[in-house]
C-alpha cells in the first residue's frame, strides 16, 4: 500500500505499484515510473450530485507507479491522519491527498453561508487508511472527551475523528466581544469521544 509522510508543507506519496489520490495540480516533482490521470471526487455519481448541491468542490488526480510523488498546495502545513475503520469529517479544501481503501462521501451540516459562506465539515472520509489533509499553519489536535464538550471558532475548524457530535452554540462570540462583529454570533461544539483539528489562522 502506498504511504503518506509529511514534511512540514510538502507531502512524500512513496509508491510501490500501487496509487494515490491527490488534489488536482499539487504534484510539485516526482522520482520513478509514475502516471497520472484525472479522477472525480469519488463516491460516485450520488455523491457528486450531493458535492454538487453542497457547494463542495473536489477535484483529484489519481498517481500509479512506483516511485515517490512530492505534493504541495499554497505553501500550507501538511499532517498525515491515519483512520482505521473510521470516519473522518472535513472540508474538501483541506483534502491533499488520500490512500486506497478510504472513500469519499459529503454529508450536510446545514452551516453553510453562515461564516465565511464555506461550509463545515461537509465531506467524509471512511475506511482504513491515510488521509493528508492542509491547514494555513501547524494543525492543532485537540481531544475531545466524555464530559468535557469543546467549543470552537468555525472559521478555524478544519477536521475531526472519532464520537463526536457537533452543534452550534448561538450568542455571543468571542469576535463580538473584541468589535469584530460578522453579524452571526456562534460557535461549533464538539461532544463524545474523538479529535478536533483546528488551525491557527481564520479563513
Partial sequence: MAVLTADKRVLHADLDGDSVRAANGSMVAYTGKVEFKYA??????????????????????????????????????????????????????HILALTDGLQLDVQFSGLRGMTTGKGVATTTVTGTGQCAIMSDGPLIALAVAPGQPLVVDPDVYVAGTGQTQMSIVSGVSWRSVIGEDTGEHFSLRFEGQGTVYIQPAER
Fill in 40 to 93: 472525480s471526487g469519488g463516491g460516485g455519481f450520488r455523491a457528486a450530485m450531493k458535492r454538487g448541491v453542497a457547494g463542495e468542490s473536489i477535484s483529484l488526480m489519481t498517481c500509479t507507479g512506483a516511485g515517490r510523488v512530492y505534493l504541495a498546495q499554497d505553501a500550507m502545513d501538511v499532517t498525515v491522519v491515519q483512520l482505521a475503520n473510521d470516519r473522518m469529517t472535513v472540508e474538501s479544501e
